[in-house]
């Protein structure tokens, strides 16, 4: 699906919640729900095909799997963090979007500590 219907479907499911939101402000979620659902499908083909072309160019740099392994999970977290967010800020949840953006801040320090570990051990490696 072309991104110009992506953005059509966007800006229809965005109009029509509004148009919603005084009447059934639970249809309006749903709607922008739906929506973002199918949105979100149609970039899965894309990401697929991304990761892969990235996973050749890994490969083909010789790149350890203990370098680029936390870099991707933290992208991913931060990717979830911010699309879960916004859905619990359209449900008039802010406090409990705010918890979330914690939580992945946490996991994605978490999941990056290998990286520092490494990059200690390298300057302990370049200093001695």
């Not at 953006?101 to 051990?121: D, K, S």
Request: proline share 4%; glycine share 8%.
């Amino acid at each position: 699906m072309s991104i110009f219907a992506l953005a059509g479907l966007a800006v229809t499911a965005a109009i029509l919640a509004l148009t919603l939101q005084p009447y059934q402000p639970l249809f309006a979620f749903f709607t922008a729900l739906a929506a973002g659902l199918c949105l979100l499908a149609a970039a899965a083909g894309p990401v697929y095909e991304l990761s892969e072309g990235l996973r050749t160019l890994i490969e083909a740099a010789g790149i350890s799997n203990e370098v680029y392994g936390p870099v991707l999970k933290t992208v991913c977290i931060a990717a979830t963090v911010r699309v879960v967010g916004a859905i619990c800020k359209d449900a008039g949840q802010g406090a409990l979007a705010v918890k979330l953006e914690l939580a992945g801040t946490v996991a994605a320090l978490i999941t990056c500590f290998p990286l520092l570990q490494q990059l200690i051990e390298l300057v302990n490696t370049i200093l001695q």
